[in-house]
């Protein structure tokens, strides 16, 4: 691809940008990038690329969703957008968000309702909610988002595209405006596997300025990518959370349970009745990190805020310090448990979320925070490997998503079973009718 056609390329999702925005909401901000010039010698020489709109992005706005950044301006770039960019990738806008990533609606009251691709009547999901819709209405072909409770994965799983968190402190949080310094994780949304592969070898890596950051080999997650999973011993979870999940989200779990069976896997119902409290802890602490985060605006200037995130942040101020120590030793116990499930099984399958897309009228966010992040909160307590594929579609014609959960470090496992049950169906390859 030459330097002109590479030109064409990005004015191509610039127009699609133009077209679907203005009904879609997902970005805050359009970047139109002077310098197309195209290098074959990067990873990413040309890659249309969005982010979330808390990493920081040097003289370029970074709201992170609130009223009162509209105007940060950084002075720097965060250290995954510069490893991004010597990658080669350009970036076309940073994309709308859940307020201070706190909620997983997306329904944002500064800067606009970011809609659902496949029916703009219901939410996209969040926190990370433009990027994935970005994505998936094919207004770039990558992006970047962030995952304290299911940011990346939820709104992957609404929107039907792939969301991957990695193991907690694979990827460098410094220059991302925090939501809790303790459960933070950033990761890519894309339309295909080995794509958030491509994108995670690019930006895995120990930074010794993010205290967060641990210094462990990076494997190599494209070379072992199509090797399937035959042999592996692969956990299917069960139990009442699991049942009480919408009938066409549990029918596409029991076809993937299928599919992986087909593979030559050892397939097996686990039941891991801790989910629940795990998630309820990672809740707490995500209120109690982000009040701490946000306490002197939450003290000074509460109005800054709006209604449901403020009604979260106040939740997490009144936190006690004792239950935060429980919820602490929950996270340590958590950690624990799924070390020996590990130990015995090569991965754990779920669904992502317990239901399809809701509708955007009469919704009470702090109430989806609580039904969406079920099955995607204790992998965030865990700060283990979870990655959201596309599975099925519901009778409305909604995304399902399915989660592959892997060891710490295991990153390159839960890839390699994504790729497998994408390579085996075509859910990955449908797309909106406002793309047709």
């Not at 982010?51 to 040097?58: A, G, I, Q, S, V």
């Not at 595209?161 to 460098?172: A, D, F, H, N, Q």
């Not at 909604?398 to 892997?406: E, F, K, R, S």
Request: glycine share 10%; net charge negative.
């Amino acid at each position: 691809m030459g330097e002109n056609n590479l030109g064409e390329l990005i004015d191509f999702y610039l127009d699609q940008i133009e077209k679907q925005n203005p009904r879609l909401n997902a970005f805050i901000t359009v970047l139109h990038p002077f310098d197309k010039v195209l290098d074959l010698r990067k990873p990413l020489g040309g890659v249309p690329m969005v982010l979330k709109d808390l990493f920081e992005t040097k003289g370029i706005a970074t709201t992170a969703g609130a009223e009162f950044l509209r105007n940060n301006l950084p002075l720097e770039d965060a250290f995954v957008v510069k490893k991004l960019k010597d990658a080669g990738a350009i970036f076309l806008g940073k994309t709308n968000m859940h307020e201070i990533a706190l909620g997983v609606t997306n329904i944002n009251p500064h800067y606009g309702t970011c809609r659902n691709p496949w029916d703009i009547r219901r939410i996209c999901g969040g926190s990370s909610g433009g990027s994935a819709v970005a994505v998936a209405s094919g207004m770039c072909i990558a992006a970047l988002g962030s995952d304290t409770g299911g940011s990346i994965r939820i709104p992957s799983s609404l929107c039907g595209t792939v969301g991957l968190k990695p193991t907690y402190g694979r990827i460098s949080l410094q220059g991302v405006i925090p939501l809790s310094w303790n459960l933070d994780h950033v990761g890519p949304i894309t339309n295909n596997v080995k794509d958030a592969a491509i994108i995670l070898q690019t930006i895995a890596g120990y930074d010794p300025n993010d205290p967060a950051c641990r210094d462990h080999p990076v494997d190599d997650y494209l070379s072992q990518l199509e090797d399937g999973v035959e042999g592996w011993r692969i956990a299917f979870a069960q139990g009442d959370e699991i049942n009480q999940s919408h009938p066409d989200v549990i029918y596409a779990f029991q076809e993937a349970e299928r599919i992986f069976s087909n593979f030559g896997a050892k397939v097996e119902h686990l039941s891991v009745p801790w989910l629940n409290e795990a998630a309820l802890a990672n809740g707490l602490m995500i209120q109690a990190d982000a009040a701490a985060n946000h306490y002197e605006r939450l003290i000074s200037s509460p109005h800054e805020f709006g209604e449901d995130v403020l009604s979260r942040l106040k939740t997490g101020l009144a936190i006690s310090s004792s239950e935060y120590i429980q919820a602490r030793r929950v996270q340590t116990e958590v950690k624990r448990k799924f070390k020996l499930l590990f130990e015995d099984h090569d991965l754990l399958i779920l669904p992502t979320t317990p239901c399809i897309a809701p509708l955007i009228e009469g919704l009470d966010a702090v109430e989806q925070a609580r039904i969406l992040t079920r099955f995607t909160a204790p992998f965030n307590l865990a700060g283990i490997p979870a990655m959201s594929i596309p599975c099925g579609f519901s009778q409305e014609g909604l995304p399902v998503g399915l989660q592959i959960v892997g060891p710490e470090w295991g990153e390159g496992k839960v890839l390699r079973a994504g790729r497998a049950f994408e390579e085996s169906t075509a859910w990955h390859k449908k797309i909106p009718r406002s793309q047709i």
